[in-house]
């Protein structure tokens, strides 16, 4: 339990220095984020070796991956109309975030993401901390904790948007983890897929 404190701290002082209005200007946040999720999960593995064997990626969980992609694309979709009618500052805020692939090479983007972030970022949020939390106290609590925290580590970027945006997809793969953890190599598939539509293919 000490190791999984452990690293949830490190990524939380990463995820502070991408997003913080008083440090992201300083730092590149593509290969930044692409660093640090790569290294919590290489962490996550030295950690909890041997969690790829209960990974399964054929053919049902290709599909599996690209529908739950899909699904969550679209609650964003609805969830960006509805946030529009109710909060004046969700445009900008969604703008701002929108944003931070200005000036980046498209096709870099979708490799980082597709075959890098997305992946390493399930490996460590769900792959080791929700499953450590879940097996010390139990799957419920695990995963509820596990979500916040997701959604936590990124509220530094006082953007409220981005912050909702984790709980919800944190919330999304979560769930899925909780009932479905055979299910992990579509989880993977599927935050990779979603990261690259919702800000490359086909952005809100």
């Known amino acids: 339990m000490k190791k999984a404190i452990f690293t949830l701290l490190i990524a939380t002082v990463l995820w502070t220095i991408m997003f913080s209005p008083l440090t992201a200007p300083s730092v590149n946040f593509w290969w930044m984020m692409t660093a640090s999720a790569c290294a919590l999960s290489v962490m996550a593995t030295f950690f909890n ?7 399964r990626i054929d053919v049902s969980n290709i599909a ?26 969700a445009r900008p805020q969604v703008d701002t975030i929108y944003g931070m692939k200005d000036g980046e090479s498209p096709w870099l983007l979708t490799f980082l993401m597709l075959f890098l972030i997305g992946p390493a970022e399930e490996i460590f949020w769900r792959g080791y901390i929700q499953k450590r939390f879940s097996q010390h106290w139990n799957p419920n609590v695990g995963f509820l904790v596990t979500t916040s925290v997701y959604a936590i580590v990124h509220a530094g970027s006082c953007n409220f948007m981005l912050t909702m945006a984790a709980m919800v997809a944190g919330f999304a793969w979560g769930i899925l983890y909780r009932f479905f953890p055979e299910k992990f190599g ?19």
């Open 49 to 55: 070796p041997g969690w790829w064997k209960g990974v």
């Open 186 to 204: 579509a989880i993977i598939i599927s935050h990779a897929l979603w990261d690259v539509a919702v800000f490359i293919w086909f952005p809100i």
């Open 64 to 89: 599996l991956g690209i529908i739950i992609a899909v699904l969550l694309w679209s609650v964003f979709w609805v969830g960006d109309k509805l946030s529009q009618i109710l909060f004046d500052f």
